[in-house]
């Protein structure tokens, strides 16, 4: 019986992919937004099993995200490799030292990464590179059009050759592509490839919601004209309904095997959890607001063949399936990752984050042998700022998520524990802190459309705690123990749908992680944190 393989291969908040290949081996990138480090670059020797080997950008001089708002940040990669160096590509918005597209290069994928090259007078975002057969190479991205936009939402597919001596653009500039049809909105993420003398352009178009869709056009000349694929979309999930489990299919980006096959990635969402909710708001403007997406957007994975000299996706089906043969590559597993992180090595692992570029040293995997320090900081989740924060995606629909930790307040404005995170004005925060008659509790803060209400709180006398929140679905259980494993229900059934981007706005998926604040005071405390494990539940 031949293999198969599930979407989405690369689960939770994993937007925007791109991939290329270098002989046998594999390599994606996708977005980060205001997370560091920034780009996480995946590796697969069969495209089904990927692992990350590190982050394109690792040190705050590459990634200056300071004061950068909820969904700002890196924007969608390009991955490329050409004669020995792999190339990155990407946009950085808001940032208040930088902004706008830069490049960076490494000769191995783990790292390190150069310095980011900015380049000058490139606008717009979902900058690419196709390195040409003359040896000549070419800069595509979107931009408002130069004429100014005809209707809300109007951007067109621009090219430019680029120097990668000087790395920099050059000479003139050209207008691709605006969408497929009369006014197509948001036509973005291009990808240029050469197959069979022909120039394909890949873009994504209709807007990173439910009417995503991937179209593609084709010339014999670099610079156009382009002509339309007959057959376009190529893909969209818009004409299946809001109700099915898969949906805003788009940004793609394709390879093909060495063995001859083609594959595509893309984003897509999976909504859960559709009892109505205050909308507060909505990308694109579509009345889908019982439709919930936790996730964020995943990376999900089809077959591509090509008729009469265009590709088709999902042959059979027309759209992405949960399911599929495996890619006729051999099999390649890697070690499987921990459910539980000890905090025994050095240094974090790589699936954890910080909000925005960290300026201060405010954990320590040494200063206690076997644990998680964190210093507590006036900085504070709510703020547009670096908070001591260390956090993962939240992957599963169903999961739970644990943690061991030792804590002891000074006073009412400390605070310390876990927290499930979408942004600066929604999330959870389940907390020990000092009540004011001296005794330490422990409470579950709900923050809403930035007000912030306690939905439960207990006492608690002792140092250490165990914390646990277990979801199912849009049901968030949250649990207390001061003995291990005999929980004590703090709040149950918690509607967790604030954690949506339907509810909260913006491209990022929700987080869950470890947190320590002083609230806008000084402080010298610390929490010890002696693990974290974070299951699927089935």
């Given amino acids: 019986m031949s293999k198969t393989y599930r979407n989405p291969i690369l689960p939770g908040f994993y937007p925007d992919p791109s991939f290329c290949r270098v002989g046998d081996d594999y390599y994606m990138v996708t977005s980060t937004f205001e997370y560091f480090p920034g780009l996480p670059i995946f590796h697969s020797r069969d495209l089904v099993h990927w692992r990350q080997i590190g982050h394109a950008l690792d040190r705050p001089s590459q990634l200056p995200l300071d004061g950068v708002r909820p969904s700002g940040g890196l924007y969608a990669p390009t991955i490329r490799f050409h004669d020995g160096v792999f190339y990155v590509i990407n946009t950085l918005v808001a940032g208040t030292k930088e902004s706008g597209n830069f490049i960076v290069t490494a000769t191995d994928p783990a790292g390190p990464w150069s310095e980011p090259y900015w380049l000058k007078d490139a606008p717009g975002i979902d900058p690419s590179l196709l390195f040409d057969d003359d040896g000549r190479v070419w800069y595509t991205g979107n931009r408002i059009p130069p004429r100014g936009e005809q209707y809300r939402g109007h951007r067109e597919i ?32 291009p990808h240029l490839y050469k197959i069979n003398g022909w120039y394909y352009l890949l873009i994504a178009e209709g807007g990173t919601s439910h009417n995503h869709a991937v179209t593609i056009a084709r010339s014999r000349n670099i610079t156009g004209p382009y002509e339309n694929n007959p057959r376009n979309p190529i893909l969209t999930h818009r004409h299946l309904g809001q109700d099915h489990p ?136 709510s703020e547009w700022a670096n908070p001591s924060f260390v956090g993962r995606r939240q ?106 981007t339907t509810v909260a706005g913006g491209f990022v998926g929700a987080y869950l992680g470890l947190y320590a604040s002083s609230n806008g005071e000084n402080s010298t405390a610390v929490a010890d944190f002696d693990w974290f494990e974070y299951v699927e539940i089935t």
Wanted: one cysteine or more; proline letters at 7%; glycine letters at 6%.
């Fill in 158 to 189: 621009w090219l430019q050759e680029l120097n990668v001596q000087t790395m920099q653009l050059v000479g003139e500039k050209y207008t691709l592509y605006d969408g497929m049809m009369k006014d197509s909105i948001h036509a973005e993420a």
């Fill in 246 to 381: 898969i949906t805003g299919t788009g940004h793609a980006d394709i390879v093909e095997t060495q063995n001859g096959e083609w594959w595509l990635v893309c984003l897509a969402m999976r909504p859960y959890g559709g009892r109505r909710l205050e909308r507060v708001f909505l990308p694109d403007g579509d009345p889908n607001e019982d439709h919930y997406f936790n996730l964020g957007r995943e990376t999900f994975m089809a077959p591509l063949i090509w008729e009469h000299g265009w590709p088709i996706v999902s042959p059979g089906s027309a759209k992405i399936e949960f399911e599929y043969p495996a890619p006729d590559l051999p099999e390649h597993t890697w070690p499987t990752h921990p459910v539980c992180d000890n905090f025994e090595s050095t240094r974090l692992d790589y699936v954890w984050n910080f909000l925005r570029t960290p300026r201060d040293e405010f954990y320590s995997l040494t200063e206690r042998s076997g644990y998680l320090r964190l210093k507590l900081r006036p900085q504070k989740l």
């Fill in 395 to 500: 992957q599963h629909i169903n999961f739970a998520a644990r943690t061991a930790m030792e804590f002891t307040p000074g006073a009412p404005n400390e605070e310390a524990g876990l927290v499930l995170l979408q942004n600066s004005d929604f999330h959870f925060r389940f907390v020990v802190t000092a009540a004011s008659a001296g005794n330490n509790t422990v409470r579950l803060i709900k923050r809403q459309k930035g007000a912030e209400t306690v939905l439960a709180e207990r006492p608690v006398g002792v140092k250490r705690i165990y914390l646990k929140v277990e979801a199912y679905g849009q049901a968030y259980n949250f649990y207390l123990a001061t003995e291990p494993e005999i929980w004590q229900p703090v709040a149950e059934d918690v509607d967790g749908r604030i954690l949506s």
